[in-house]
């Protein structure tokens, strides 16, 4: 089916064409501004943006979908399914569902259950609205989850992978009690089973770098980016680097930022950090990241509706126009994730495309496209 869109702002790579027109054909971007057109079905735009599709590399709202509350658990199908639609709704047309494999300790993010959810996702995708991939967090302290992980991979259900290390005194958690009361809060562990899981970590974090080393060459043997978490400083940064890592997710510090721009590693930052105006664990702000040039994403995190409202407040915020601040949720991110097929609004790329409007002032997605097909359609009275 043709779909001619019409009367829209397009946000290109590098410029926004004001009264344009897209022609979508055959599920890619047929013609830009085509001056002849029949048998298409048209849409008017009324003057609303028309961007790509965002690109989310790290969100991790599906675990909340299949366990919101501890150990209340939804059906698999029903959990993807909602998930999903909250995507579409939310202008993401191709998502990495991050699901944390943590041994046991950790309820849906155990081995066993993580991977459930991975199979799960894998098995909705040809019913979803949008483009649902995994991305695998790998707590690298945990010497059982590299045989899952491996498993999967072979199945190809898992389409991103990143390395997490939660052991207290780096990183995240850089000190006992903050790793204490975050597993005593979150997951309402008792004070003896905090102290045995912390024993455990410890011990395990012997064999990490192997294990390591293991995943990210065969992650990269299937075609897979190789992401490090929470980076704290160039010498992590390095550390990473040297095992193959592509990606620097939430680093933690500038200096470790800059260090991962320096060794051609791509950043990622959150799109909550933004809206909120600074980290929830006292990390850096991610607007100070955009500013000095050492940001390269953003994702959803935790939450897919704060992406398009974050990339018009970076707008607002710094010296980003508006193709630089659209191409932190789509060029780059597909770049990082070597999807060449999407990201940009440009002859023969895939057709995932996003209107947005601006209802009393704020940012949100009236209509979506998946790869060519209308799957989201809402009506704003006003924007």
Request: glycine share 6%.
């Amino acid at each position: 089916m043709k779909m001619y869109l019409t009367n829209a702002r397009v946000v290109l790579a590098d410029e926004v064409l004001e009264d344009a027109s897209i022609l979508l054909e055959d599920g890619v971007i047929n013609a830009i501004c085509p001056e002849n057109i029949s048998h298409a079905v048209e849409t008017n735009l009324a003057g609303q943006l028309l961007m790509p599709g965002m690109i989310d590399l790290h969100c991790d709202a599906l675990e909340k979908e299949v366990e919101p509350r501890p150990n209340v658990h939804f059906p698999l199908d029903f959990a993807c399914a909602q998930a999903d639609k909250r995507n579409a709704a939310a202008g993401i047309t191709t998502v990495y569902h991050a699901l944390s494999f943590a041994n046991d300790e950790l309820g849906v993010r155990n081995n066993a259950m993580a991977a459930q959810v991975a199979r799960a996702v894998h098995t909705w995708n040809p019913h979803g609205l949008v483009d649902n991939r995994v991305h695998c967090r790998y707590e690298i302290t945990d010497e059982t989850g590299l045989p899952v992980l491996l498993e999967l991979l072979s199945e190809q259900s898992m389409h991103l992978i990143s390395m997490m290390d939660h052991t207290p005194g780096q990183g995240q958690f850089k000190d006992l009690a903050a790793y204490r009361d975050y597993l005593s809060r979150t997951y309402r562990k008792s004070h003896d089973e905090v102290d045995v899981i912390v024993e455990r970590k410890l011990e395990a974090a012997t064999g990490a770098y192997q294990r390591m080393q293991t995943l990210a060459k065969a992650a990269h043997k299937a075609g897979i980016s190789v992401a490090s978490h929470d980076d704290d400083s160039p010498v992590r940064v390095a550390t990473m680097s040297g095992i193959g890592a592509d990606i620097s997710e939430f680093p933690i510090t500038m200096a470790a930022a800059q260090s991962a721009k320096a060794v051609g590693m791509s950043t990622i930052y959150g799109a909550p950090n933004i809206i909120r105006g600074m980290s929830q664990s006292g990390s850096m702000r991610a607007i100070d990241a955009i500013k000095e040039g050492v940001a390269d994403c953003l994702c959803a995190d935790y939450h897919p509706a704060t992406l398009i409202v974050a990339v018009m407040k970076i707008v607002e915020q710094s010296v980003l126009d508006l193709p630089s601040a659209v191409r932190l949720v789509t060029a780059n991110p597909a770049r990082a994730a070597r999807l060449h097929d999407r990201g940009e609004i440009a002859l023969g790329k895939r057709a995932d495309l996003i209107a947005v409007a601006s209802p009393g002032g704020l940012p949100q997605v009236s209509q979506v496209w998946v790869h060519g097909e209308p799957v989201y359609k809402i009506q704003f009275d006003h924007g």
